[in-house]
């Protein structure tokens, strides 16, 4: 393969990652079907990537050095404190549950295509795993009850960084009986792992905490440090214990996540956006590697497979933890439905195979299209069907209607509040831990970090919001936050306050109007000029007309006083006020305005 042939691959590997990152973004699907489908029409389908051509014997060490960055920031999200928020079904769906489901798709890959047990066993590991990346795109298109939105949540999260080091164990497990002879030097090769992996990954975690917590480097150097540390810890771990590395690793972003004093959230950001890039490529190189005449020969097993997986495993994981739980029968048939495999199972396959097959492991390469099937089956299948499977088991929310509100600010407090009283879902998000701190001692939902950031994409919450308001000071955020959120919510439902700025500034320094929003309150108004009202004693007052008191009654009582920003109707919908958007309210609609104080006649000194 020559250079020109070289530079049209990787170009074209780019420009289809990024098509398929756009389409999954465009269609709510998770990027990981467009990915994979892309890889093999390339591949397999219509040669044009050969990925082994291309990189040569460099392939395979990019792949481990790409899946352990992936371990990585997947384990920089597991925080401990937060094993006593997720309550206990998600505890037993992550524990007794994948247990459960360990159990029967190893069973079922042994007795239904034949693989040895090594093989099946950790065949059972690699797709018990979910992922927050597949879990949360399905999430927006089924939008069920908030219950099981949040277990679903929170499994897909705790679930990710577990999978991959029980698959990690195994995987260790497995390459030490194979390079020894006795089960008694099998154990201890296989303790020579754990011990290595978990020494270096915990040293490795403790020594870039402490130079982070220490500022012993400038901030700017912190993530080149992050990864040029997990790198040499998977480097040093391999080269000290053969197949240590990625257990290190593993180790390390559990170590450094749950530090105290260390903030790993620029780390985060840098290694979430790493993975984007490191992911779309990856996937696309190996599924162009898949063989599918193995995959065809192994037959209808393979759909019994996926029918066990689908049928058995998820209903009985689920059942198992759901015992004595308040959930009816409704709320868990939809948490026996949706369990869509994602990054960890085809990333942590790919590698594995290739390993074990050097190792010697008869049919250890029938484990990438096998995973991959899995994963596409139980995307495709779960994405078409779990929306009218809710709407069928009425578990469904009904159309959005809660606002997301950008700025946890005291204005934007006391509009989440007077929202609230209108039975209105709220969600509140800043990256200033004194607004959310002060948001949360209001009992209202937070969300701490930008809404327009990649680590919200995975775990902001969108189940049932309909509406976005800008109520940030920073207008660019405000302008930010509408471009990233228009196709969730529609360019209609989207509202910020005005900008005192903006009429300042010419065209070219001010955002269009069709990424700004439209203006908040029936009289735009600033944030500024929001905040000194408020603190002045205007206050949001919640009124509802009735025949004898109407519409223009209430604006001869307020008069210009009143500034109108909410109303619901007599069905139960909630309107925003706005300039482009007048409101007529009709008896029996509740409105809430902003409401300042009568001027009282002052003294005149004398």
Same mark, same amino acid.
């Given at each position: 393969?020559?250079?020109?042939?070289?530079?049209?691959?990787?170009?074209?590997?780019?420009?289809?990652?990024?098509?398929?990152?756009?389409?999954?973004?465009?269609?709510?699907?998770?990027?990981?079907?467009?990915?994979?489908?892309?890889?093999?029409?390339?591949?397999?389908?219509?040669?044009?990537?050969?990925?082994? !051509?291309?990189?040569g014997?460099?392939?395979?060490?990019?792949?481990?050095?790409?899946?352990?960055?992936?371990?990585?920031?997947?384990?920089?999200?597991?925080?401990?404190?937060?094993?006593?928020?997720?309550?206990?079904? =998600?505890?037993?769906?992550?524990t007794?549950?994948?247990?459960?489901?360990?159990?029967?798709?190893?069973?079922?890959?042994?007795?239904?295509?034949?693989?040895?047990?090594?093989?099946?066993?950790?065949?059972?590991?690699? @797709?018990?795993?979910?992922?927050?990346?597949?879990?949360?795109?399905?999430?927006?298109?089924?939008?069920?009850?908030?219950?099981?939105?949040?277990?679903?949540?929170?499994e *897909?999260?705790?679930?990710?960084?577990?999978?991959?080091?029980l698959?990690?164990?195994?995987?260790?497990?497995?390459?030490?009986?194979?390079?020894?002879?006795?089960?008694?030097?099998?154990?201890?090769?296989?303790?020579?792992?754990?011990?290595?992996?978990?020494?270096?990954?915990?040293?490795?975690?403790?020594?870039?905490?402490?130079?982070?917590?220490?500022?012993?480097?400038?901030?700017?150097?912190?993530?080149?440090?992050?990864?040029?540390?997990?790198?040499?810890i998977?480097?040093?771990?391999?080269?000290?214990?053969?197949?240590?590395?990625?257990?290190?690793?593993?180790?390390?972003?559990?170590?450094? &996540?749950?530090?105290?004093?260390?903030?790993?959230?620029?780390?985060?950001?840098?290694?979430?956006?790493?993975?984007?890039?490191l992911?779309?490529?990856?996937?696309?190189?190996? &599924?162009?590697?898949?063989?599918?005449?193995?995959?065809?020969?192994?037959?209808?097993?393979?759909?019994?497979?996926?029918?066990?997986?689908?049928?058995?495993?998820?209903?009985?994981? =689920?059942?198992?933890?759901?015992?004595?739980?308040?959930?009816?029968?409704?709320?868990?048939?939809?948490?026996?439905?949706?369990?869509? %495999? *994602?990054?960890?199972?085809?990333?942590?396959?790919?590698?594995?195979?290739?390993r074990?097959?050097e190792?010697?492991?008869? *049919?250890?390469?029938?484990?990438?299209?096998? @995973?991959?099937?899995?994963?596409?089956?139980?995307? =495709?299948?779960?994405?078409? @069907?779990?929306?009218?499977?809710?709407?069928?088991?009425?578990?469904?929310?009904?159309?959005?209607?809660?606002?997301?509100?950008?700025?946890?600010?005291?204005? &934007?407090?006391?509009?989440?509040?007077?929202?609230?009283?209108?039975?209105?879902?709220?969600?509140?998000?800043?990256?200033?831990?004194?607004n959310?701190?002060?948001? %949360?001692?209001?009992?209202?939902?937070?969300?701490?970090?930008?809404?327009?950031?990649?680590?919200?994409d995975?775990?902001?919450?969108?189940?049932?919001?309909?509406?976005?308001?800008?109520?940030?000071?920073?207008?660019?955020?405000? !302008?930010?936050?509408?471009?990233?959120?228009?196709?969730?919510?529609?360019?209609?439902?989207?509202?910020?306050?005005?900008?005192?700025?903006?009429?300042?500034?010419?065209?070219?320094?001010?955002?269009?109007?069709?990424?700004?929003?439209?203006?908040?309150?029936?009289?735009?108004?600033?944030?500024?000029?929001?905040?000194?009202?408020?603190?002045?004693?205007?206050?949001?007052?919640?009124?509802?007309?009735?025949?004898?008191?109407?519409?223009?009654?209430?604006?001869?009582l307020?008069?210009?006083?009143? @500034?109108?920003?909410?109303?619901?109707?007599?069905?139960?919908?909630?309107?925003?006020?706005?300039?482009?958007?007048?409101?007529?309210?009709?008896?029996g609609?509740?409105?809430?305005?902003?409401?300042?104080?009568?001027?009282?006649?002052?003294?005149?000194?004398?």
């Amino acid at each position: 393969m020559n250079e020109q042939q070289i530079l049209l691959s990787v170009g074209g590997i780019g420009a289809a990652a990024l098509l398929c990152q756009w389409l999954a973004w465009r269609l709510k699907l998770p990027a990981i079907l467009f990915l994979l489908l892309c890889g093999i029409l390339a591949g397999p389908i219509l040669g044009w990537l050969q990925p082994q !051509a291309l990189f040569g014997p460099l392939l395979m060490p990019l792949v481990s050095l790409a899946v352990a960055l992936i371990l990585f920031e997947g384990s920089l999200t597991l925080h401990l404190s937060q094993w006593r928020e997720i309550g206990s079904v =998600v505890h037993r769906l992550v524990t007794l549950g994948a247990l459960s489901t360990w159990l029967v798709i190893a069973l079922a890959t042994h007795w239904l295509l034949g693989f040895d047990w090594p093989l099946a066993i950790l065949f059972g590991t690699l @797709t018990l795993v979910t992922g927050p990346t597949v879990i949360v795109p399905m999430l927006r298109v089924v939008r069920p009850k908030a219950a099981i939105a949040n277990i679903l949540r929170w499994e *897909g999260i705790v679930i990710d960084p577990i999978g991959a080091l029980l698959a990690v164990v195994v995987y260790s497990f497995i390459i030490a009986s194979a390079a020894d002879n006795g089960l008694s030097q099998s154990l201890v090769t296989f303790a020579g792992v754990i011990l290595c992996g978990s020494a270096l990954g915990a040293a490795g975690g403790w020594v870039l905490g402490q130079v982070m917590r220490e500022q012993w480097l400038p901030e700017y150097l912190h993530n080149l440090a992050s990864l040029a540390a997990v790198l040499g810890i998977f480097i040093a771990a391999n080269q000290i214990v053969h197949e240590s590395g990625l257990l290190a690793v593993t180790i390390m972003g559990m170590w450094l &996540a749950n530090m105290p004093g260390v903030d790993v959230r620029q780390i985060l950001h840098f290694k979430e956006n790493l993975s984007v890039l490191l992911i779309s490529g990856l996937f696309i190189l190996l &599924a162009a590697r898949l063989d599918l005449h193995a995959l065809l020969a192994l037959g209808p097993a393979v759909l019994a497979l996926l029918l066990v997986i689908q049928l058995l495993a998820r209903p009985l994981n =689920v059942w198992l933890s759901t015992l004595g739980s308040p959930l009816n029968w409704r709320e868990r048939a939809l948490l026996a439905w949706i369990a869509p %495999r *994602g990054i960890v199972a085809a990333a942590v396959s790919a590698i594995f195979a290739i390993r074990l097959d050097e190792a010697g492991h008869e *049919g250890a390469l029938l484990l990438v299209p096998l @995973t991959f099937a899995v994963i596409i089956g139980t995307v =495709v299948l779960q994405s078409a @069907t779990a929306r009218p499977l809710a709407r069928l088991l009425k578990v469904a929310e009904p159309a959005p209607s809660g606002f997301l509100i950008v700025g946890a600010n005291p204005p &934007a407090r006391a509009i989440a509040k007077a929202l609230q009283q209108l039975g209105c879902r709220v969600l509140l998000t800043d990256s200033s831990w004194e607004n959310i701190r002060a948001a %949360r001692m209001d009992n209202l939902p937070t969300y701490f970090g930008n809404p327009a950031s990649q680590h919200a994409d995975a775990h902001l919450d969108l189940v049932g919001l309909g509406h976005l308001l800008g109520l940030s000071p920073a207008g660019e955020l405000n !302008a930010l936050a509408c471009a990233r959120f228009r196709h969730d919510f529609g360019q209609a439902r989207l509202f910020v306050l005005a900008s005192g700025l903006e009429k300042q500034r010419s065209d070219k320094h001010r955002a269009s109007e069709e990424h700004r929003g439209q203006l908040l309150g029936s009289s735009p108004m600033t944030y500024g000029q929001l905040a000194k009202l408020l603190h002045q004693g205007a206050e949001l007052y919640s009124t509802t007309l009735t025949e004898a008191f109407d519409w223009g009654d209430y604006q001869q009582l307020h008069g210009s006083r009143a @500034t109108l920003l909410f109303a619901r109707d007599g069905q139960g919908w909630v309107h925003v006020a706005s300039p482009d958007n007048p409101l007529k309210p009709q008896p029996g609609w509740t409105l809430v305005a902003l409401v300042e104080p009568e001027l009282t006649e002052q003294p005149v000194a004398h």
